[in-house]
Protein backbone atom coordinates (compact mmCIF):
# COMPACT_ATOMS: atom_id res chain seq x y z
CA UNK A 1 0.00 0.00 0.00
CA UNK A 2 1.39 3.33 -1.40
CA UNK A 3 0.01 6.93 -0.17
CA UNK A 4 1.32 9.72 -2.18
CA UNK A 5 -0.03 13.20 -1.49
CA UNK A 6 0.67 16.16 -4.23
CA UNK A 7 -0.51 19.56 -4.56
CA UNK A 8 0.27 22.42 -1.77
CA UNK A 9 2.97 25.15 -2.03
CA UNK A 10 2.66 28.79 -1.06
CA UNK A 11 -1.01 30.28 -0.87
CA UNK A 12 -2.18 33.79 -0.05
CA UNK A 13 -3.95 34.58 2.91
CA UNK A 14 -7.79 33.79 1.92
CA UNK A 15 -7.23 31.56 -0.71
CA UNK A 16 -7.34 28.33 -1.92
CA UNK A 17 -5.56 24.79 -2.39
CA UNK A 18 -6.75 21.24 -2.93
CA UNK A 19 -4.44 18.08 -2.03
CA UNK A 20 -4.60 15.30 -3.48
CA UNK A 21 -4.03 11.91 -1.95
CA UNK A 22 -2.98 8.90 -4.59
CA UNK A 23 -4.25 5.27 -3.47
CA UNK A 24 -1.82 2.30 -4.57
CA UNK A 25 -2.77 -1.20 -3.31
CA UNK A 26 -5.59 -0.49 -1.05
CA UNK A 27 -7.76 -3.44 -1.04
CA UNK A 28 -9.90 -3.14 2.15
CA UNK A 29 -13.58 -2.91 1.95
CA UNK A 30 -13.46 -1.47 5.92
CA UNK A 31 -11.02 1.79 6.66
CA UNK A 32 -10.86 5.05 7.25
CA UNK A 33 -8.79 7.73 5.55
CA UNK A 34 -7.90 11.25 6.42
CA UNK A 35 -5.58 14.22 6.66
CA UNK A 36 -3.52 15.25 9.20
CA UNK A 37 -0.80 18.16 9.70
CA UNK A 38 2.08 19.57 11.69
CA UNK A 39 3.29 23.02 12.36
CA UNK A 40 6.97 23.35 13.60
CA UNK A 41 7.10 22.89 17.20
CA UNK A 42 3.19 21.54 17.29
CA UNK A 43 2.05 17.68 17.32
CA UNK A 44 0.30 16.12 14.49
CA UNK A 45 -3.11 17.16 14.14
CA UNK A 46 -5.85 15.43 12.22
CA UNK A 47 -7.69 17.68 9.75
CA UNK A 48 -10.72 15.56 8.26
CA UNK A 49 -11.32 12.01 8.06
CA UNK A 50 -13.40 10.10 5.89
CA UNK A 51 -14.74 6.37 6.72
CA UNK A 52 -16.00 3.43 4.63
CA UNK A 53 -19.32 4.42 5.56
CA UNK A 54 -19.32 7.45 3.82
CA UNK A 55 -18.74 9.88 6.90
CA UNK A 56 -16.99 12.72 7.13
CA UNK A 57 -14.95 14.58 10.27
CA UNK A 58 -13.92 17.79 10.41
CA UNK A 59 -11.54 19.01 12.98
CA UNK A 60 -13.02 22.47 14.53
CA UNK A 61 -10.76 24.89 13.22
CA UNK A 62 -11.30 24.14 9.62
CA UNK A 63 -14.89 23.39 9.72
CA UNK A 64 -16.89 25.10 6.61
CA UNK A 65 -13.58 26.16 4.94
CA UNK A 66 -12.24 22.59 4.59
CA UNK A 67 -14.35 19.28 2.42
CA UNK A 68 -12.50 15.73 2.76
CA UNK A 69 -13.55 13.16 -0.55
CA UNK A 70 -12.50 10.63 -1.47
CA UNK A 71 -12.80 8.81 -5.49
CA UNK A 72 -13.39 5.52 -5.43
CA UNK A 73 -12.78 4.68 -8.62
CA UNK A 74 -10.06 7.40 -9.37
CA UNK A 75 -8.42 5.52 -6.22
CA UNK A 76 -8.07 9.25 -4.91
CA UNK A 77 -8.86 11.54 -1.91
CA UNK A 78 -8.88 14.91 -1.69
CA UNK A 79 -8.80 18.04 0.63
CA UNK A 80 -10.21 21.14 -0.89
CA UNK A 81 -8.74 24.14 1.30
CA UNK A 82 -10.37 27.53 1.09
CA UNK A 83 -10.10 30.94 3.19
CA UNK A 84 -6.81 29.71 4.35
CA UNK A 85 -5.29 31.35 6.86
CA UNK A 86 -1.47 31.58 8.06
CA UNK A 87 -2.39 29.13 10.91
CA UNK A 88 -3.14 25.84 8.25
CA UNK A 89 0.69 26.45 7.39
CA UNK A 90 1.87 22.96 8.10
CA UNK A 91 3.09 19.96 6.45
CA UNK A 92 0.18 17.84 5.79
CA UNK A 93 -0.15 13.80 5.48
CA UNK A 94 -2.53 11.75 4.10
CA UNK A 95 -3.34 8.36 5.95
CA UNK A 96 -5.62 5.26 5.49
CA UNK A 97 -6.26 2.82 8.57
CA UNK A 98 -8.24 -0.74 7.58
CA UNK A 99 -10.56 -2.16 10.20
CA UNK A 100 -10.89 -5.54 10.68
CA UNK A 101 -12.75 -6.40 13.70
CA UNK A 102 -16.66 -7.18 13.58
CA UNK A 103 -18.16 -4.05 14.76
CA UNK A 104 -17.58 -0.97 13.40
CA UNK A 105 -16.10 2.10 14.57
CA UNK A 106 -16.62 5.31 13.67
CA UNK A 107 -13.79 7.38 12.11
CA UNK A 108 -13.82 10.42 14.47
CA UNK A 109 -13.38 7.27 17.30
CA UNK A 110 -10.17 6.22 15.87
CA UNK A 111 -6.84 7.12 17.18
CA UNK A 112 -3.47 8.56 15.12
CA UNK A 113 -1.83 4.92 16.15
CA UNK A 114 -4.55 3.09 14.30
CA UNK A 115 -3.71 4.84 10.33
CA UNK A 116 -1.19 2.11 9.51
CA UNK A 117 -0.06 3.86 5.97
CA UNK A 118 0.88 7.33 6.37
CA UNK A 119 2.06 9.39 2.85
CA UNK A 120 5.25 11.49 2.94
CA UNK A 121 3.68 14.59 3.38
CA UNK A 122 3.26 18.00 1.08
CA UNK A 123 3.60 21.38 2.87
CA UNK A 124 1.44 24.11 2.68
CA UNK A 125 2.29 27.94 3.78
CA UNK A 126 0.04 30.46 4.23
CA UNK A 127 1.38 34.08 4.33
Known amino acids: VQLVESGGGSVQAGGSTRLSCAIS????????MGWFRQAPGKEREVVAL???????NYADSVKGRFTISKDNAKNNMSLQMNKLQPEDSAMYYC???????????????????????WGQGTQVTVS
Open 95 to 117: AAGAHFSGIWIICSYWAEGDFGT
Open 50 to 56: VGSDGRT
Open 25 to 32: GWTYGSYC
